[in-house]
């Protein structure tokens, strides 16, 4: 009998029930694709990635690039198959899809302690010393009421996902290859370029272009998570708003005027072959004919072929700094563990990190041994430390960032330098951590 269960088997789910295998403990693992789908999901493989194909940058000045060094050192499945599956993406993780999809849904339905159910759970009422709840924010509906029930009220906004284009309907006459700053090798960023003119009837247009309905809720304007504004809800806020957001143009000259445009819409490949492209922070809620008509503003894209329009979907989350500790298991109930995003660990590496956090601390449980606490100078331990702490009165969505870890003793004045020192005393600390779970 599995003396594990996890129910979801999204980053989250398949990183706590690949750490708690590796230790040699039987764990079943639930999903509910491919017999019934979210709104969003489509791919019946494992760990599915709807918004965009890219885990945020690689460099350790960034918080999302300590976060992946610090789950590399500690063994992470899930950032393992993302460094084999990589597409080229400048300084950040890009991956193919599907095949990053179909590596970790091999690794985890052939791992001799994993056992796959295709099922929905629609209660906490399992057979089972630990349970790791990791239904990210599309949770169905029967589960996200029990849960609701046990937990309190959840909290609920909405997450918005960019087209997709097709390479060959882009038109190059009106394109260029360039990573900002000059980093990466040249042609891992298609630059879509446009002039004064040529953005204000695009800009026109958005804000006035119809929206689709949130389905579900009976709202007119949902809440937005910051870090997946729609570009039309960015829009509104002002005529320059998106020339300081996803369409800067800084960084970034035109070979053929030898200037920077005046805005420019950035595409990233979407897989290794190359033959299709993400728009990059252009997440949208618009109704999908009026999505080719606005971008088809978009000089490079007049002609485009979208294989997936942008799409609007619920994200639910729970109220965790009064419901989970530091190991991401219920103050109230220390068997029952949450993971991923209904934590509110916002982010595809974030829910990789909560989801290896509760997965080693329910093997601690079930050995009987103390639990790991990350420190909050790690990005691991910083995140464990935000979603837990009860100072926090109307809580939100956190993704990594250098803001929630605690300040060096030194002042230092370079911003770079800076966050060189925090990433070097975090990997040292993570270091310490493995040293210790090593001789325990």
Known sequence: MERAKVIGAGLAGCEAAWQIAEAGIKVRLYDMKPKKY??????????????????KSNELTNASGLLKEELRMLDS????????????AGGALAVDREKFSRMVTDKIKSHKNINFTEKEIK?????ADIIIVATGPLTSEPLAE??????????????????????????????FFASRYGKGNGEDYLNCPMDKEEYELFYNYLINAERAPVKDFDVLEPKVYEGCMPVEVLASRGKDALRYGPM?????????????????VQLRRENISGNLY????????????????TFGFIPALKNAEFIRFGVMHRNTFIDSPRILDKTYSMKSNSKIFFAGQITGTEGYIESVSSGLVAGLNAIKKLKGKNS????????????????????IENFQPMGANFGIIPPLDEKIRDKKLKKEKIAQRALKLIEKVILNENNS
């Open 248 to 264: 800067k143009p800084v960084g970034l000259q035109n070979p053929e005027t030898g200037r920077c445009p005046y805005a420019v």
């Open 372 to 391: 790991v606490i990350f420190p909050q100078e790690t990005m691991t331990g910083a995140l464990a430390s935000y979603i837990s702490d009860k100072s």
């Open 278 to 293: 993400n728009m990059v922070g252009f997440q949208t809620n618009l109704k999908f004919k009026e999505q080719k008509i």
């Open 146 to 175: 029990y849960i609701s029930q046990i937990c309190g009220k959840s909290l609920n906004f909405f997450d918005a996902a960019a087209p997709i284009v097709t390479a060959e309907s882009i038109d190059m006459n009106h394109a």
């Open 123 to 127: 209660d906490l009422n399992l057979d």
């Open 38 to 55: 979210s709104p969003a999901h489509k791919s019946p493989f494992l760990c599915e990635l709807v918004c965009s194909n890219s885990l």
């Open 77 to 88: 499945l899930i950032v393992g198959c993302a460094d084999k599956c990589r597409v080229p």
